[in-house]
């Protein structure tokens, strides 16, 4: 199907995540508060926040990524029909990425928790892919990972902006809670629920 995300033209399929309205605030908040830097889109899935980001400010250098073939397939196809010029890269998480600093991390990862994914309505269930909603038993898997993973891709002083849910973002401070992270913030969305979390890598603090 086709959808409209931020002045975008996207190309949804099932392989990939739905963009929600919450989405396009994110972007929103990046693009208020940056100007220029090399992006990565972790978890980009249709490309939707790396894409929007590149055609409101062109100054970015954005890499998409995605464990998915199919996914960044979607991604790709979505990068032609707006005319933006973006890296795509398949990688498990930081597995596969190339040596490289970046100085804005974005990630909206999986985060539905199993108990909440075993209730989802099946217009969700049916339509988008597990492996873009289940963040694990308690929805903090890849944010775990992320926080593993990071440091080495990461210019000190770089921004990393994520999403996630109401009901868990509040165990991301703990997450992220090594010295290395600082000015860690959660951010309400457009209808006021606490949805993103911003912070900033100092690798001069020391990861541990």
């Keep these: 199907m ?4 931020y002045h975008l033209d996207l190309w949804i399929t099932p392989d990939v995540l739905i963009p929600r309205l919450e989405t396009e605030h994110l972007v ?9 830097g090399c992006v990565l889109d972790l978890c980009t899935g249709s490309g939707c926040i ?10 970015f250098e ?3 990524s995605d464990i ?3 996914a960044l397939g979607v991604a790709r196809t979505n990068a032609v029909r707006n005319g933006l010029e973006v890296e795509t ?31 989802l309505d099946p217009s969700v269930k049916d339509c988008e892919p597990k492996l873009a909603l289940h963040g694990g038993w308690d929805g903090l898997k890849y944010y775990r990972a992320i926080v593993l993973g990071a440091a080495p891709f990461l210019r000190p002083g770089a921004h990393l902006y994520l999403e996630s849910s109401p009901m868990i973002i509040d165990r991301l401070p703990e997450i992220f ?23 900033e890598y100092n690798g001069d603090k020391g990861i541990f």
């Design 28 to 36: 929103e908040l990046i693009l208020q508060r940056e100007k220029s």
């Design 177 to 199: 809670s090594a010295p290395c992270w600082t000015k860690g913030r959660i951010i309400p969305d457009q209808f006021g629920r606490l949805r993103y979390y911003s912070l």
């Design 50 to 59: 790396g894409l929007a980001l590149k055609q409101e400010n062109p100054a």
């Design 62 to 64: 954005v890499t998409l």
């Design 68 to 70: 998915s073939e199919e």
């Design 2 to 5: 086709n959808l409209s995300f």
């Design 89 to 119: 890269i398949q990688s498990d998480l930081f597995r596969d990425l190339p040596p490289k600093l970046y100085d804005i991390l974005v990630s909206n990862p999986p985060y539905v928790t199993s108990a909440e994914y075993k209730a």
